[in-house]
């Protein structure tokens, strides 16, 4: 069994910033990808942003430059600073996983359970 566990949502004034960390642990080999989305209400799930286990990142559009995406991989931790918050960056952020379980092989993922980011305006 593999855990991923969010910390630090939280309420903040538009233009303020917020930092989320996401801590994996369990029958955990190695992890490759780790990643942020986020779901608004009444919308779908959308990706943030992604970073492998050698440190190359991907970002949405609507949040290049203003969010960084980094990890501690000997903590299996992965992190999401942001910046210049906007109203629209309210939704809830999801931590997610692609990892090598210890007994069953590669190519598995997890999702956290969520952590609730609003922005204020």
């Known amino acids: 069994q593999v855990q991923l566990v969010e910390s630090g949502g939280g309420l903040v004034q538009a233009g303020g910033s917020l930092r989320v960390s996401c801590a994996a642990s369990?029958?955990?080999?190695?992890?490759?990808?780790m990643g942020w989305y986020r779901q608004a209400p009444g919308k779908q799930r959308e990706l943030v942003a992604t970073?492998?286990?050698?440190?190359?990142?991907n970002y949405a559009d609507s949040v290049k430059g203003r969010f960084t995406i980094s990890r501690d991989n000997a903590k299996n931790t992965v992190y999401l600073q942001m910046n210049s918050l906007k109203p629209e960056d309210t939704a809830v952020y999801y931590c997610?996983?692609?990892?090598?379980?210890?007994?069953?092989?590669?190519?598995?993922?997890?999702w956290g359970q969520g952590t609730q980011v609003t922005v204020s305006s």
């Open positions: 369990g029958s955990i080999f190695s992890i490759n990808n």
């Open positions: 997610n996983a692609v990892y090598t379980h210890q007994a069953m092989g590669p190519y598995f993922r997890s």
């Open positions: 970073i492998t286990s050698g440190g190359t990142t």
